[in-house]
T-cell receptor
Framework: GENVEQHPSTLSVQEGDSAVIKCTYSDSASNYFPWYKQELGKRPQLIIDIRSNVGEKKDQRIAVTLNKTAKHFSLHITETQPEDSAVYFCAANSGGSNYKLTFGKGTLLTVNP | SQTIHQWPATLVQPVGSPLSLECTVEGTSNPNLYWYRQAAGRGLQLLFYSVGIGQISSEVPQNLSASRPQDRQFILSSKKLLLSDSGFYLC????????????FGPGTRLTVL
């Protein structure tokens, strides 16, 4: 089955700096890659996703890039703010299916004011 | 728009007692439904998923079971809770189409004493 590795497990940045979180996946049939943000005690929220027919997608200060050849994708957050502090999870769909996601173990991002 | 509900929000149960957590979705038909567990400070573990009424797939053999008695209702149960069942239980729904997204409910925090 699909295996998703996520790095780093913790990331601390100064307010205004950029943050990058990277994920690799194992199943070449995967074609959907979402990112979730989970604040302490809350539910994970879908913040951005990318499909295999595009290489990059942006939404204001966040962007995701995908390299299907190397089987890795990354989340980029620019001009970080304290409210960006949370745990971020990457995921990939399993075997190209339309109903199962495999999640990475998460990255705890801390933005210091 | 779609809404997902979970109850109860928090639950404290003694070891050996039964469990029933409920999840309902509004504003959509024929959703895919999921139960995840998140241990403290850990990632998201998929427990069960369902693509239709009465259709349940188990991902991890354990002390829990799931049922889908109605199209938009998903129930997680246990006959006898273990200490290791403590955690944050998240229900999620996704569209039946090939879009892959999953959207999480607010969660139930279960403590087994």
């Amino acid at each position: 089955g699909e295996n998703v590795e996520q790095h780093p497990s913790t990331l601390s940045v100064q307010e205004g700096d950029s943050a990058v979180i990277k994920c690799t996946y194992s199943d070449s049939a995967s074609n959907y890659f979402p990112w979730y943000k989970q604040e302490l005690g809350k539910r994970p929220q879908l913040i951005i996703d990318i499909r295999s027919n595009v290489g990059e997608k942006k939404d204001q200060r966040i962007a995701v890039t995908l390299n299907k050849t190397a089987k890795h994708f990354s989340l980029h957050i620019t001009e970080t703010q304290p409210e960006d502090s949370a745990v971020y999870f990457c995921a990939a769909n399993s075997g190209g299916s339309n109903y199962k996601l495999t999640f990475g173990k998460g990255t705890l991002l801390t933005v210091n004011p | 728009s779609q809404t997902i509900h979970q109850w109860p929000a928090t639950l404290v149960q003694p070891v050996g007692s039964p469990l029933s957590l409920e999840c309902t979705v509004e504003g959509t038909s024929n959703p895919n439904l999921y139960w995840y567990r998140q241990a403290a400070g850990r990632g998201l573990q998929l427990l069960f998923y369902s693509v239709g009424i009465g259709q349940i797939s188990s991902e991890v053999p354990q002390n829990l079971s799931a049922s889908r008695p109605q199209d938009r209702q998903f129930i997680l149960s246990s006959k006898k809770l273990l200490l290791s069942d403590s955690g944050f239980y998240l229900c999620a729904w996704g569209p039946r189409t090939s879009t892959n997204e999953q959207f999480f409910g607010p969660g139930t925090r279960l403590t087994v004493l």
